[in-house]
């Protein structure tokens, strides 16, 4: 299999662009829709065809997507400034949908998305938003690993590597004290399908949809020039008629 992670241990420091997009026209108010008697949108979540996981209503007016790096420090600083409000007021009421797509970028993106997704859709997103608060403590258990114990985990079978990445950074006790089985996460991190998946989501980031960095966004399809953070991609929301 070809080798599918793009930079080292030593560009985990990479941040995101937060240039501001252009002031844009906005777009008439799109109408709401409440969510099924029982339910709430943003615990409504399923997996998509494109590899990734949608929160909300699925006929949502507004979709926005985000391509994420799960070791990346401005999708962390992103997740802990806008998830509470991007839940709260678009995607509870049925305007907004948010959908992540996991971009491997850095060494240790292939195990964070097999081992948060072992849990199916559900767990998905609390994994995720947990994980971006503890970033600075599990990546820096991987950042004190000396240039040789990085080059042996380099060299390992792709199924022995990201096992070896769990163990290291503590993901494998991370994900198994939020209900995953020990023999479930095993199976993930093994599992050929589940590896070329998020591959074949990396292959079209940049192939199909000029993905630059991370975090991305695209609303209704249409990318958002610019923006990595909440504080530029809320009015961006808003003008699209949030």
């Not at 662009?17 to 026209?25: F, H, L, M, P, R």
């Not at 029982?38 to 997996?47: I, K, L, N």
């Not at 849990?119 to 970033?135: C, K, Q, R, T, V």
Request: aromatic share 8%.
């Amino acid at each position: 299999m070809t080798r599918m992670i793009i930079a080292s241990m030593a560009a985990l420091a990479l941040a995101g662009c937060n240039a501001s997009g252009d002031n844009k026209t906005a777009a008439a108010p799109v109408a709401g829709k409440a969510a099924p008697a029982g339910t709430e949108w943003e615990t409504t979540v399923v997996a998509t065809p494109e590899g990734g996981f949608r929160m909300g209503n699925p006929d949502a007016p507004i979709k926005l997507v985000e391509y994420g790096s799960l070791s990346c420090p401005a999708c962390s600083a992103f997740s802990a400034q806008g998830t509470k409000p991007l839940k709260e007021n678009y995607v509870k009421s049925g305007k907004v949908s948010w959908e992540y797509r996991s971009l491997l970028l850095h060494a240790p993106d292939l195990m964070a998305t097999l081992s948060y997704s072992c849990g199916g859709p559900e767990p998905f997103f609390a994994l995720i938003e947990a994980s971006y608060a503890d970033m600075p403590n599990w990546l820096d258990k991987l950042m004190k690993l000396t240039p040789a114990e990085q080059q042996r985990l380099q060299s390992l079978p792709i199924a022995a590597q990201t096992t070896e990445y769990a163990r290291l950074s503590g993901r494998d006790e991370f994900v198994t004290q939020r209900g995953v089985s020990r023999e479930a996460l095993a199976q993930c991190l093994a599992d050929p399908r589940k590896v070329a998946a998020a591959d074949q989501v990396r292959k079209d980031a940049f192939e199909k949809y000029n993905v630059q960095g991370t975090p991305s966004f695209f609303i209704n399809g249409k990318m958002v020039e610019g923006v990595s953070s909440w504080t530029d991609l809320e009015p961006e929301l808003r003008a699209a008629g949030a």
